[in-house]
């Protein structure tokens, strides 16, 4: 289980490379460079301990978007493509920071929030309200071959998909107008069933 540093700082931070990064993202729905402003964060457990996996929750005033990212001690082979930026964390040295939709430990660790009906766990950050992920099985799968996950980058509030092909589905719970305000809740990401050769 990867452990939480608290009062540890990260440079470049994140609202430095962050926007640069969003802006450059066929998903991004504005134009030029955003302002973003945290709405909620969450995690998911590495079980081998080796890599923070934590999805940022964001808004530039008008979408809310999700930005999942996996933090690393060294790179991952062949996922060059999906680096964020390099960072310098107070207490664990240099982090590259990935995409997370292309990290095999979160797309694992979101399959097995899925398959287990879990919750993610709270990141700790204070100043947003707070926020979790839920998973919900469908159907059982074989293996994570066997599967495609759909994620919501753009998050709206309202119902997941159900329906034929539709494994699991990951729904959201956030506080758009911070703590101690009215909840809203949203699908996170869909789990489909590959489509067989």
């Not at 945290?38 to 008008?62: I, K, M, Q, S």
């Not at 996950?149 to 159900?162: H, K, N, S, Y």
Request: hydrophobic residues 35%; contains cysteine; aromatic residues 8%.
């Amino acid at each position: 289980m990867a452990k939480i540093h608290r009062g540890a700082t990260l440079a470049p931070h994140f609202r430095d490379f962050l926007p640069p990064w969003v802006a450059r993202q066929p998903w991004y729905r504005g134009s030029g460079t955003p302002t973003l402003s945290p709405v909620g964060y969450f995690r998911f457990e590495d079980p081998a301990g080796d890599v923070g996996v934590e999805t940022h929750l964001v808004t530039d005033g008008a979408v809310l978007y999700q930005v999942p990212m996996t933090y690393r001690g060294a790179p991952l082979a062949g996922a060059s493509d999906a680096l964020i930026t390099t960072a310098e964390h107070s207490v664990l040295g240099t982090r590259w920071i990935y995409d997370g939709e292309h990290d095999p430990v979160w797309r694992s660790e979101l399959l097995r929030l899925v398959r287990t009906n879990a919750v993610s766990d709270p990141s700790g950050k204070s100043g947003v309200g707070s926020a979790e992920a839920r998973g919900h099985c469908y159907a059982a799968t074989d293996t994570t071959d066997d599967v495609r996950i759909e994620l919501m980058r753009t998050v709206r509030p309202g119902q997941c998909p159900t329906g034929p092909g539709i494994a699991g589905v990951v729904t959201g719970t956030w506080h758009p107008d911070g703590p101690g305000t009215a909840p809203e809740s949203g699908c996170l990401a869909v789990v489909r069933t590959a489509a067989r050769p």
